[in-house]
């Protein structure tokens, strides 16, 4: 929404006003002269002080013409400083934009990795013999291997997350720096459970089994 005018004139607007009150003026004496009547000593007296006060308004107008062209130059150099700072704004939005649009892919990406270890997580976590403790012997080797692996694969997500959250806050898009702080925050959750969870299941079973 543009900026309301303020009741101050712009120097241009004081400028055009003056010209266009000097070409009032102008236009009036100047009509004046040509009703007068050139008919006695009077009138020739009174023709010859129109005229003068005419010729001072015409060498008026003529100043203010100067000044309307000069405040008309100054609004011209602004509106060029002013179109060259939105050109350059519209530059810098487009370049913010397309920041923003990679930025943003890279937390997509981010996020359903993490969505999908956290699926494979509680698929885990629920699995028979987990929950009701009824592995047998030759289960217990290639399930803390998928633990190790999952744990692994939900440490290099967070990496990609926290490399992100340096990218987004080193382009100042602070929003999007905490929403991948959250994402990381909560892999990190879920990676020490799948922890808690190995650990447990280690002190569960005999040692036989880890052999």
Known sequence: MPPKRTLESSPLTAAAEAFDDALHRFST???????????????????????????HCQEELQTKAQAL?????????????????????????QRRAQDY???????????????????????????RGIADRSLRDDELPALLSELDELR????????????????????????????????????LAARNKIGLLRENLVKAVPPAMLS
Do not use: P, W, Y
């Open 29 to 55: 004496l100047t009509e004046a002269l040509r009703k007068r009547e050139l008919d006695s000593r009077h009138a020739l007296e009174s023709a010859a002080a129109l005229l003068k006060d005419v010729t």
């Open 69 to 93: 062209v000069g405040a008309l130059g100054a609004a011209r150099d602004a509106q060029q400083a002013q179109a060259e700072f939105v050109q350059e704004r519209a530059q810098d939005i």
């Open 101 to 127: 649009a990679t930025l943003t892919q890279r937390f997509e990406e981010v996020g359903q990795q993490a969505a999908g270890l956290n699926t494979l997580a509680q698929n885990l976590a629920t699995r």
């Open 152 to 187: 692994e694969r939900m440490g290099s997500v967070a990496d990609q997350a926290a490399g992100l959250i340096a990218d987004a806050r080193n382009a100042d898009f602070e929003e999007l720096c905490g929403r991948a702080d959250s994402l990381r925050q909560q892999l």
